[in-house]
């Protein structure tokens, strides 16, 4: 009786050790450098109009509503409109554009837009945005004229705004904070001040 409980002993000893060596959970060094560069190179685009449009709630959620226009939307441009897309960018080469998404007040009246333009990989956002700050028409509502112009890249796409200053302002801080905690990266701002 008493070799049998030492064999049984012994088995289950042997059977744990087995047990622990095979289930360990140790990873290489190389594994955990490999995970943290993913982690450390961060979102570049936003997928569609469901999340440029929770960028966009999140960015009107903490901004000072008393600034922002009423009746806000949020819609994408069809890139093959040419006069749509030249009316709300100026822009009439879309090399390294996949979409754009804008967000206006429906009231047309009010000198406020925002743009998010999602790249392709091989784009160069900073030459997009550039293009965008140059011949975006802040006037293009005819009687109203957008006072401020901001934009930056956001990850590897373009984040843009113009309005009222104080407005445009609000609106770029939220939209740079929401970025971030996407894990994008942001670049310093480009702006322009248009005479009214």
Known sequence: MKKKFILAFTVMAVMAAVLTGCSGSERSS???ETQQGMDASGMVHLEGLDEVSALF??????AAQDLLPANLETSELDLADADTVSYHTGLDDLSGIESIYISESMMSSVAYSAMYIRTNDEADAQQILDALMEKVNPAKWICVTA??????VFGNDVFFVMGAADAADDVFSNASKAAESRGMAVSDSVEKVNPL
Not at 57 to 62: F, K, S, T
Not at 147 to 152: D, L, S
């Open 57 to 62: 709630d999140e960015v009107y959620g903490g």
């Open 147 to 152: 006072e401020k112009e901001i934009g930056a």
């Open 30 to 32: 190389d594994e955990v």
